[in-house]
DNA sequence: TGGACTATCATGGGATTTCATGGGCCGTCA
DNA sequence: TGACGGCCCATGAAATCCCATGATAGTCCA
């Protein structure tokens, strides 16, 4: 299954290479583009990577996609403009542009979150606070992965 | 279909490794990948172990799913961010990562229990303290089973 | 019914491979 | 010529595989 999961930490070394995680890889094996896009996250202060297929993957959704104009233009430019291809060394290992590095905070060690499709890359600090904060927030909730499948499996037992 | 059922005690040898129950591992028997799925609970102090399968039910409920972007998010960072795939070994075991023995206390047994779909992987003591407390709220609400059973029943009849 | 034989399983240790990480060499381009 | 990026190799640690062993439970036959 080829997914990106689980969370891998990682150290950055003088030449700012960084190993990706080898389950990572294996997880973009045997696609043509061997190494990751990286764009920096809307949303927080990391780093987004995907493969380059599923970058495409999402460059057709948007043409397909009723987005205002502005939401295009916003996407186009933040997105696709703002990312960069990596491309793997010999021993899987990428750099990171500066600025990337900057806008996260990386410095000696970068978090590899697999996120299913994607995958956000963290400076271990900020993203341990983010995770407390999300943990907190979905005990608060008292959000129960349990009966989100069992909600799904019925919407789709009543659509079929 | 087979579900996880009762729970068995196993201890953790010095490299970390843990016999995954034979009776769990038929479970899985038969799917693609052979290994479990784990992660921490959001809940208690243990883990969470499903199949790689269920893991995928629960990204497509997660997508056919009406929640909330934030809900979204969080449910993507601390499960799908917090998980790892463990394949078993020759022998069926798995190999618990430190981080995770930890977060669950857990140093020379682990404790499988079965929850139909799922399974928690718990420390003995704190799932023997657990349990009881689970006992006592059980009583003190006098949740009977063969009620609840013949309830089902009596509205089953009632409904055909 | 009881006893022996067998299969399954949990557990342990050693050997091997993978992987992350670091350093060095050699081009290229300024 | 000097800085930088790309490529290759070395190394130690960690994960993985493979085989051995003892215990238990289950089966079969007398």
Redesign the interface.
């Known amino acids: 299954?080829a997914?990106?999961?689980?969370?891998y930490v990682n150290k950055v070394d003088r030449k700012g290479r960084v190993s990706v995680p080898a389950?990572f890889r294996k997880v973009l094996a045997g696609q043509s583009y061997q190494g990751v896009v990286v764009h920096k996250s809307l949303?927080y202060s990391a780093l987004e990577g995907c493969s380059a297929e599923h970058m495409e993957q999402l460059s057709d959704s948007l043409e397909t996609s009723d987005l205002s104009n502005e939401d295009y233009e916003l996407i186009e430019t933040t997105i696709f403009g703002g990312s960069i291809q990596l491309p793997f060394d010999g021993e899987g290992r990428i750099v990171l542009p500066q600025h990337f590095c900057e806008f996260a905070g990386i410095t000696e060690e970068a978090a590899f979150?697999?996120?299913?499709k994607t995958f956000?890359i963290w400076e271990p600090g900020a993203l341990a606070a983010?995770?407390s904060g999300?943990?907190d927030?979905?005990?608060s909730?008292d959000?129960s992965?349990?009966k989100?499948?069992a909600?799904?499996?019925a919407?789709?037992g009543a659509a079929s």
């Open positions: 299954m997914v990106f999961l689980s969370t389950e949303h979150v697999g996120r299913r956000q983010h995770e999300m943990r927030k979905a005990r909730r959000i992965l349990s989100i499948i909600k799904a499996s919407m789709r």
